[in-house]
């Protein structure tokens, strides 16, 4: 089965996502209805439960076992994506809302740009959903460290979740070596790390041996 000829639910979830979008640029509000749409209690999302999605690995967004081949059906999916207080993944329109299986992070960063140099150095991530992430305090870079193999798997802030739960891009494994060639050493308490600046902070990539210049 192809996109195409997905279920009914998935398109109106599209189209809810669309409306929820685009509907406060649209159409301007008087200050009257502003003040009852205040004044107004928010509507809770009908609950769907356990959608049909699968975000694997790469990046591929799948339903009901096949791949969503239409990259702005894919971004206009991304751009509900949230992340609940028990760290579930969810898709949520103002109309609905229903969880969602993640292999990994629901994003790949798959391009590098950089401005600048040193403490001054400026980096920003293109991820799969064209999306745009400017490291810094609000979009930490973090490593994390598979236990058995101590293989990295870098990782970008995208948009902050419930709780502690966020939501990420993972960085692509040819990123992650352009970033490790724009690394520096700094001292991270008494440890000396290589990482990266951007927007002001210092990222550690990981821990330099000693006597490692």
Not at 15 to 35: H, M, Q, V
Not at 95 to 100: H, L, V, Y
Not at 157 to 183: C, D, K, M, P, T
Request: charged share 25%; proline share 8%; net charge neutral.
């Amino acid at each position: 089965m192809n996109d195409a000829s997905a279920p009914r639910p998935t398109e109106q979830m599209a189209r809810a996502a669309l409306a929820g979008r685009l509907a406060p640029s649209t159409r301007p509000l008087g200050k009257a209805t502003e003040t009852a749409a205040r004044c107004r209690p928010r509507r809770v999302p009908v609950d769907c439960g356990d959608l049909p999605f699968l975000i694997r690995r790469d990046g591929t967004w799948v339903y009901r076992g096949s791949p969503i081949n239409r990259k702005e059906l894919v971004c206009l999916f991304a751009s509900v994506l949230k992340r609940d207080d028990d760290g579930s993944f969810l898709l949520e329109t103002p109309a609905e809302r229903g969880r969602i299986e993640v292999e990994d992070a629901p994003f790949v960063a798959v391009e590098l740009d950089f401005t600048g140099e040193g403490r001054q150095q400026v980096l920003s991530f293109r991820t799969n959903v064209d999306e745009v992430v400017t490291a810094g305090p609000d979009h930490p870079i973090r490593v994390s460290h598979d236990i058995i193999t101590c293989d990295p798997t870098p990782y970008v802030l995208v948009r902050r979740g419930a709780a502690h739960f966020h939501v990420e891009a993972r960085i692509s494994r040819a990123v992650y070596y352009e970033l490790v060639a724009l690394g520096v050493p700094e001292f991270v308490g008494c440890r000396r790390m290589l990482g990266v600046w951007s927007s002001g902070v210092f990222f550690p990539l990981g821990e330099l041996p000693t006597g490692n210049d």
